[in-house]
């Protein structure tokens, strides 16, 4: 037909389709760089409306206590720090490691055929000379 108006829904003939969606590209940018700006922002504000005056530290840990390594072989031998060792040395060895630092903690490691005795014997004569800290070492059971 000669003289009538173009057909806008039929876009093929065109190529002048009009667009009826919004485009939301440039609103999600002006969303993402004011959600960057206010992540920046906020921990300074933060810290500055709370006052807070944070202390300095040459390092980032504090020192970590010292461990005393206890072993119980099968026979049911004292060894401490590898050296085959007496009942009163253990307890010489424990009260000196206490005396040089009070956060002392035993590392205790058993054979699993030694005898139950020997490993109370030692934690007992730990207990005595007032390390209470310790741990038994172990090894995971495969699956």
Do not use: C, Y
């Not at 810290?47 to 206890?70: H, N, R, V, Y």
């Not at 014997?121 to 059971?141: C, M, P, W």
């Amino acid at each position: 037909m000669a003289g009538s108006a173009p057909n806008l829904s039929d876009s093929s003939e065109h190529g002048d389709a009009v667009i009826s969606g919004i485009n939301v590209t440039p609103f999600v940018d002006v969303v993402l760089v004011l959600l960057v700006i206010f992540m920046i922002t906020a921990p300074a504000l933060l810290k500055d409306t709370l006052g807070l005056q944070l202390p300095k530290a040459a390092t980032s840990e504090g020192a970590k206590p010292k461990a005393l390594a206890i072993a119980i072989n099968e026979q049911g031998q004292i060894l401490i720090e590898g050296a085959l060792s007496s009942e009163d040395e253990l307890r010489t060895r424990a009260r000196a490691a206490l005396e040089s630092d009070p956060a002392t903690q035993a590392l205790i490691a058993a054979d699993e055929n030694s005898r139950h005795a020997a490993l109370v014997l030692v934690i007992d004569t730990l207990k005595s000379v007032g390390l209470e800290r310790f741990a038994l070492q172990v090894r995971r059971k495969e699956p």
